[in-house]
């Protein structure tokens, strides 16, 4: 069974503060993919990044950055600089890359973040 | 990306009635899924609407509480019967980008469904 861990429940940072959410997860599939999603306030999700799980570069988008760390089974999030319009609930997820639970998504318990200004 | 809408966008109902949500992506997918926030909650997958088949539901879902139609490449409906309160929540639909399944995931606008 797959799991999907995110131990922060909710994080609290003042503007411009460096944050990182913490993933990790567990599958016992060979070949999947790693996703981060953002809920903000108005509820919709709105897709972030997806991992392959052979590919364990890390990326950066703007401020968005992601670490994946295969032998942790861990897929962090750090937003640089953080704003106010980052505040919103982060999901991450995991799906297989095959067999029956292919595009099947199972979710973290998701991660609060507060920025102030 | 694939440009999902659904309907109703949010409804209020009353315990014992049954409420259908519709979900229409903009282009032809193969697989198209449906997902459960309940208040506070993360997203559960409640089923997976197959076209030309019947849905493939999950641990602790059931065709009779959640029918699902599928009757193209771009349309599925979810109905909640016999509402209570516990199945207030918001409803998803899901749907793979279209690079390949389980690759890219997009979700609709989602359903608020409040249930007295």
């Known amino acids: 069974a797959q799991k999907v861990t995110q131990a922060q429940t909710e994080i609290s940072v003042v503007e411009k503060e460096d944050v990182t959410l913490d993933c990790v997860y567990e599958?016992?599939?060979?070949?999947?993919?790693l996703f981060w999603y953002k809920q903000p306030p108005s509820g919709e999700l709105v897709f972030l990044i997806r991992?392959?799980?052979?590919?364990?570069q890390n990326e950066i988008s703007g401020r968005y950055s992601w670490n994946f760390q295969k032998s942790t089974s861990s897929f962090n999030f750090t937003i640089t600089a953080s704003q106010v319009v980052d505040s919103a609930v982060y999901f991450c997820?995991?799906?297989?890359?095959?067999?029956?639970?292919?595009?099947?998504?199972?979710f973290g318990q998701g991660t609060i973040l507060t920025v102030h200004p | 990306s694939a440009v999902i809408s659904q309907k109703p966008s949010r409804d209020i109902c009353q315990r014992g009635t049954s409420l259908t949500i519709q979900c229409q992506v903009d282009?032809?997918?193969?697989?198209m899924f449906w997902y459960r926030q309940q208040p506070g909650q993360s997203l559960t997958l409640i089923a997976t609407?197959?076209?030309?088949?019947?849905?493939?539901?999950e641990s602790g879902f059931v065709i009779d509480k959640f029918p699902i139609s599928r009757p193209n490449l771009t349309f599925s409906t979810l109905t909640v019967s016999n509402m209570s309160p516990e199945d207030s929540s918001i409803y998803l639909c899901?749907?793979?980008?279209?690079?390949?399944?389980?690759?890219?995931?997009?979700f609709g606008p989602g359903t608020r469904l409040l249930v007295l």
């Open positions: 991992r392959n799980s052979f590919d364990e």
């Open positions: 282009s032809q997918v193969t697989m």
């Open positions: 599958t016992r599939d060979t070949t999947y993919y």
């Open positions: 609407a197959n076209q030309g088949s019947e849905a493939t539901y």
């Open positions: 997820a995991l799906s297989a890359a095959g067999g029956t639970s292919y595009g099947k998504l199972t």
């Open positions: 899901s749907v793979p980008g279209l690079a390949g399944v389980g690759e890219t995931q997009y």
